[in-house]
């Protein structure tokens, strides 16, 4: 199996305007900040990590790992952090996760890397519904994600289509059908 070589990015840089303008990764949960937990569940997957923030910076800083901020004003939205964290990073290959998931896969970065086949990127796709703020990119997608932002075209899923990213299943079983459904194909696939 391919070691690939990345850097992963906890994106942090929102207005959080759901959470009446509260930044997220700032959050407390069980006395540790949200996005703490993030890169607990990141770290290990990864080469080396990089914060997109643009508030509270030196609360960042403070995990110990570089804070980059959009250099797109005015909250373009995850596009602009991720553009931001591509110019940064020193590797070729960039993963990404948001700052408001505590608790996602071990092998989140292994999946996307198997899942993208030869494209530039992939996303998490799961039970029906597209999570492409969980996204592994190369860094050749600059241009066109400069070209989406200059274009004011902020939509994540739009800019994977774009890209041809692949999505890539995450299993999530919320119901007994779908347990079962995932047995057999766990059996079947022996």
Not at 17 to 30: H, L, P, T, V
Not at 60 to 74: E, L, M
Not at 127 to 146: D, K, M, Q, Y
Request: aromatic residues 8%.
């Amino acid at each position: 199996m391919v070691k690939i070589v990345v850097t992963g990015v906890i994106l942090a840089g929102g207005q959080a305007r759901r959470m009446n303008g509260c930044d997220k990764g700032q959050i407390q949960i069980a006395g540790k900040p949200l996005y703490q937990y993030a890169i607990s569940k990141l770290l290990p997957q990864v080469d080396y990590l990089l914060i997109n923030a643009n508030r509270n910076i030196t609360k960042y800083q403070q995990a110990g790992y570089p804070v980059i901020g959009d250099t797109i004003v005015n909250f373009a939205g995850p596009l602009a952090g991720m553009l931001a964290s591509l110019h940064a990073a020193q590797t070729s290959w960039v993963v990404f996760v948001p700052c408001d998931v505590p608790d996602f896969p071990d092998n989140l970065v292994m999946k996307l890397w198997q899942g993208r086949k030869e494209n530039v990127g992939s996303y998490v796709t799961s039970a029906g519904s597209n999570h492409p703020t969980f996204a592994l990119l190369h860094r050749s997608v600059i241009p066109a994600l400069e070209e989406n932002l200059i274009k004011h075209q902020h939509k994540v899923m739009s800019f994977m289509k774009k890209i041809c990213a692949s999505a890539v299943n995450f299993v999530n079983l919320n119901t007994l059908a779908e347990c079962y459904k995932w047995e057999q194909q766990q059996t079947n696939d022996k």
